[in-house]
C-alpha cells in the first residue's frame, strides 16, 4: 500500500476481502476491463474467494492478488499456509504463482489477457512474501489485441434458413448481447424479422421490456407466465446465453424444442438443449449479418400478445 501511494493506482480499502472482489467483479462487468482485487495470504485470500467465485461465474473479467507463505516454509505445515493455487484452480479461467520476480510481466500480462479472453472471468496471481521482498525487473508487456472471427457465410446461410422454416421461433437473450456490445444489431434484427424476445436475469435491457416484441424476463424454476413462450415456440434461438443463467431444463424440460446457438463459444451438452446449429465467434459481426440474410417479415404476434397479457 505504501508503494502505491504515489502511483496512478487508486487503491480502495474495503473491511471485507470478499467485498473487494464483489467490488471488482462489478467493476470489471460495468467497464468490461478487469477489475483488481488484494488479499493476504490465509484467511484473506479464502475470504477473497467467494467474491472471485462469483465473479468467474458470471463472466465478469477480474484479476485476484493474493499473497502466500514464503518458498522456503511451502513444503511443512506451516502458519497461515494453504495452497491457494490449488483452491482457486476451481474458481478462475486461470491462475498462478510467482516463484521469481523476473517471470512478474510474463504473468501480469496473461492474467489480464485471459481475464479479458471470451468469455470473459477471474484469474488468480499468488505472490509469496519471499519473492514479494525481491526487487522486480523487465518492464511491463505490450497488450495485443485480439478479435473473434465471424461465422462462415454458409453457417449464416444455414441459421437464416432455420429461422426462416419456423413458424414461432423465439429469442433467448443472454449476458452476452452486453458482453459483446451487440444490444443494437439485436435489435435491428428484431425489427427486421418481428422475433420475440425472452431475457435472462443478466440479458435484461437487450431490448426495451415495453417494446410489443419483449417477453420480459425469464429465470426463476418452474413454469411461470413468461417461460410460456417457450412451451408455444419451435424454434429457440439462443444468443449470448450462458447455461449458468438459468437451466434449459427449465423451460425446455423434454429438450423437444430445438436450439439455435449464437455465441463466442459453442454450446455445452445439455439433453435439454438439443442444438440444431453453432454460429460460433463475434456476437456483434454474427448478429448483424444474420440479419442481412433474412428477409423483412411480418409475423403474426398475436400468440406473443397472449403471453404479455397473461403476465
Known amino acids: 500500500?505504501?508503494?502505491?501511494?504515489?502511483?496512478?493506482?487508486e487503491f480502495i480499502v474495503t473491511r471485507h476481502e470478499t467485498s473487494a472482489a464483489f467490488m471488482a467483479g462489478t467493476y470489471g462487468k460495468l467497464t468490461r476491463k478487469p477489475g483488481v482485487c488484494l488479499a493476504t495470504l490465509g484467511p484473506g485470500a479464502t475470504n477473497l474467494l467467494t467474491g472471485v467465485a462469483n465473479a468467474n461465474m458470471d463472466l465478469c473479467p477480474i484479476v485476484a492478488i493474493t499473497g502466500q507463505a514464503g518458498l522456503e516454509r511451502q513444503h511443512k505445515v506451516s502458519h497461515q499456509y494453504y495452497d491457494m493455487e490449488d483452491v482457486y484452480r476451481e474458481v478462475t479461467k486461470w491462475n498462478a504463482q510467482i516463484k521469481s520476480p523476473d517471470v512478474v510481466p510474463e504473468v501480469v500480462r496473461k492474467a489480464f489477457k485471459v481475464a479479458t479472453e471470451e468469455k470473459t472471468?477471474?484469474?488468480?496471481?499468488?505472490?509469496?512474501e519471499d519473492v514479494a521482498s525481491k526487487e522486480a525487473s523487465g518492464a511491463p508487456l505490450s497488450l495485443a489485441e485480439h478479435k473473434l472471427s465471424e461465422a462462415d457465410e454458409?453457417?449464416?446461410?444455414?441459421?437464416?434458413?432455420?429461422?426462416?422454416?419456423a413458424k414461432r421461433p423465439i429469442i433467448l437473450a443472454g449476458n452476452g448481447v452486453t458482453r459483446g456490445k451487440a444490444t443494437n444489431e439485436l435489435r435491428e434484427l428484431v425489427v427486421k424479422t418481428n422475433l420475440p424476445v425472452v431475457?435472462?436475469?443478466m440479458g435484461k435491457g437487450a431490448i426495451p421490456w415495453t417494446d410489443k416484441h419483449s417477453l420480459l424476463t425469464a429465470g426463476i424454476g418452474g413454469n411461470d407466465y413468461i417461460t410460456c413462450g417457450f412451451t408455444e415456440s419451435d424454434l429457440i434461438?439462443?444468443?449470448?446465453?450462458?447455461?449458468?443463467?438459468?437451466s434449459p431444463k427449465d423451460w425446455n424440460p423434454d429438450g423437444q424444442v430445438p436450439i439455435l446457438h449464437i455465441?463466442?463459444?459453442e454450446s455445452e451438452v445439455d439433453a435439454c438443449y438439443p442444438v440444431k446449429l453453432n454460429v460460433v465467434?463475434?456476437?456483434?459481426?454474427?448478429?448483424r449479418n444474420l440479419t442481412g440474410a433474412l428477409s423483412q417479415r411480418e409475423r403474426d404476434l398475436d400468440w406473443v400478445d397472449e403471453v404479455r397479457k397473461k403476465r
Do not use: C, V, W
Not at 121 to 128: K, S, V
Open 121 to 128: 472471468g477471474a484469474t488468480h496471481i499468488e505472490l509469496p
Open 237 to 246: 434461438i439462443a444468443i449470448g446465453f450462458d447455461m449458468a443463467e438459468y
Open 281 to 287: 465467434g463475434n456476437l456483434k459481426e454474427n448478429i
Open 154 to 165: 454458409p453457417i449464416i446461410q444455414e441459421a437464416a434458413k432455420l429461422i426462416d422454416q
Open 1 to 9: 500500500m505504501d508503494a502505491l501511494r504515489d502511483s496512478k493506482i
Open 263 to 265: 455465441d463466442t463459444k
Open 199 to 201: 431475457h435472462t436475469f
